[in-house]
């Protein structure tokens, strides 16, 4: 079977990432996620999803999309922005040391020329 | 913080001095801890004044520990007042400066902020019950609620964290006496980072606590859960802090 698939596109700024933080929780819970579990998450998508709004926004969107899996859930963002944004697509030190704490897997790069980031977190049982 | 206030005034002044005068680090804590526990009475007292206003009374006398740990260090024995009657502004100030700076930075609705409240005592009991973190569905349970309440009430605590953008980050607030008795754990991981992430300057701005914090759960690997057991706050303090600490440092990077 497929998995169910969630997608939400956001302009690309700090204040609507509440937005995918409630629907990351929400599919979460949904597979039975635990409080801790979920904190993680939320952590992971505002580390990754800060690299493309920065502090202040950028010109361009994010489109998140949700899989759910069995026991997991996957989380890929794509960024497309204006001309002259520059977003960076390698991962800080910090980040790298955050996400293999928070998250099973995540990676930052470019796919054919757009900012793309990776996020898994499964259930610990 | 066994001891609590059994001391007379002369025998409080008679600790200050010692306090003063020792010149051992250890001997030092050890006397401040008695400090703190001679006052922590009052502390609570203080605390207690502002429990109505959406914060888990422990985490207010977290707080006010910070408040009375400045008002031992800078209280002059000189001067004839009373300690406690010196401790008391410098305590509330720390309470008041607590709910400006840190409180709901947005308007919140009293219902969520009453619900955030809630929240904060059951994932807690849950937590202990279960011996594990517990799921949404088990909160909403336990609270009479559903889970589309619940994840509204859990992502209200980043409300605390839209102000942290703008705020500067507090160099002196570190140091609650959970928090003391921990020091002197390995942070060498944390230096090893900073110094490849270049991030010194800001970890150095840090608040002890939140510095332990970092450790606790990226070094050490803990949880949300487990870090709040250990320092007695609760996970959601540990969870605002956690997110106001990395959003600084994000920003603070960002400007490099």
Known sequence: ?125 | MNERATLSKDEVRTLFTEYRQASDTEEQLALRERLVGQHIGLVEFLARRFRNRGEPLEDLIQVGTIGLLKAIERFDLDREVEFSTYATPTIVGELKRHFRDKGWAVRVPRRLQELHLELTKVVGQLGQDLGRSPTVAEIAEATGSNEETVLEGLEIAQAYNFTSLDAPIDTDEGGSTSFADQLGEDDEHLENLEYRASLAPEMAKLPERERHILYLRFFKGLTQSEIAERLEISQMHVSRLLNRTLSSLRQALEEQ
């Open chain 1, 1 to 125: 079977m497929h998995p169910e698939v969630v997608a939400i596109k956001i302009p690309a700024s700090p204040i609507y990432l509440q937005v995918i933080r409630l629907v990351a929780a929400g599919l979460a819970s949904r597979l039975e996620f635990t409080i801790d579990e979920i904190e993680d998450l939320k952590m992971a998508v505002d580390e990754m999803a800060a690299y493309f709004t920065g502090t202040n926004g950028r010109d361009g969107t994010i489109e998140v999309r949700f899989e759910i899996k069995d026991d997991c859930l996957e989380i890929t963002g794509a960024g497309s922005f204006a001309p002259g944004e520059k977003v960076r697509t390698d991962l800080t030190d910090f980040s790298r040391m955050i996400l293999e704490t928070v998250t099973d897997s995540a990676s930052l790069q470019q796919v054919n020329g757009t900012p793309t980031f990776n996020l898994v977190k499964s259930k610990s049982s």
